[in-house]
């Protein structure tokens, strides 16, 4: 998070915009040889919660709204939360004052903001329950909180190294909030789906739907590191070419995925440890990417992902 390494590891007490930011932090991870390659999309901040319904019944969009109603109100925070440096800018911009001020562990904070227990919450914006309890975090129009973006660093090792790099780019920018909150909340579980191979898998399928996907143009050429591969991004008119060490045919299978030419996939249909999906586009999977065979029930060995 840049603002964990801006004033805790650089100890900076000056707060200039997200972007300037990033920008100079990137600059002095470079002296220590460090890489900064990029935002994900989503940061872990602070953030005033409330329930859905409740911040609607009052008009409150934003800290600045909640400032009317905060000496009706009584808030709750983790224990550190009112002596850190978010909290007294918060105070200070929006000069916030509420009717009782409480301190919470923050597993129990959410479901008490949820129930009435009380008003409000200084919550994190990437948690999963508040997907889970419909809440609402509050827009910061003055923008008093810090920015708390994920980035992804290199270490001074694998600086150089660009079939990482290359593997890396395509999440910057691509993790928003939202996926963050149903990644977290389903970690929260105590159920096979919270396992964290079952998580990432949950992760890898909203990503591949909401990523622009490449398309080949024109037969790769072969070289003696691999094979350079033309390729369009969806949407767009522009080849590019990229130097790759293989290419997996991820463009899915026939329309009915039983009378495909794949062995493998043959092979499945054929000993009964697959079926076809509803639409008889693809392979049957359960939630966590599970295989279903013919008898309807989910595999406890094989995973697909893809149509």
Not at 66 to 85: K, N, V
Not at 98 to 119: E, H, L
């Amino acid at each position: 998070m840049i603002c964990t390494l801006w004033v805790n590891q650089f100890h900076r007490t000056d707060l200039p915009p997200r972007e300037t930011l990033l920008a100079e932090l990137k600059e002095i991870l470079a002296k220590q040889h460090i890489t900064l390659l990029g935002a994900l999309g989503f940061e872990n901040a602070y953030a005033l919660v409330m329930p859905r319904q409740r911040a609607d019944a009052l008009s409150i969009h934003s800290i600045t709204d909640l400032a009317a109603h905060a000496p009706t109100l009584s808030i709750a925070g983790d224990y550190e939360f009112f002596s850190r440096p978010e909290w007294t800018a918060l105070h200070k911009a929006y000069g916030l004052s509420f009717r009782t001020q409480r301190q919470m562990q923050p597993d129990f904070m959410y479901a008490a903001v949820a129930s009435g227990n009380v008003d409000v919450i200084a919550g994190y914006t990437s948690e999963g329950r508040i997907k889970e309890y419909d809440l609402v975090t509050l827009a910061d129009p003055k923008h008093a909180i810090p920015p708390y973006d994920a980035v992804l660093l290199l270490a001074p090792l694998r600086a150089h190294d660009a079939a990482l790099q290359t593997s890396l780019k395509p999440l910057l920018g691509r993790i928003d909030i939202a996926a963050m909150r149903e990644a977290n909340l389903r970690a929260s579980g105590r159920d096979a789906n919270s396992s964290p191979a079952a998580v990432a898998v949950g992760c890898g399928r909203g990503y591949h739907r909401s990523v622009s996907l490449w398309r080949l143009r024109r037969s790769p050429a072969s070289s003696r590191c691999g094979r350079r591969s033309g390729y369009r991004r969806r949407g767009q008119q522009d080849t590019a070419s990229l130097q790759v060490g293989l290419i997996v045919d991820c463009t899915g299978i026939v329309k009915d995925p039983r009378a495909t030419n794949n062995p493998v996939i043959h092979r499945l249909f054929e000993q009964g440890l697959a079926r076809a999906d509803a639409l008889q586009f693809g392979i049957d999977i359960a939630d966590d990417c599970a295989v279903i065979n013919r008898n309807g029930t989910a595999s406890r060995r094989l995973f697909a992902v893809g149509p």
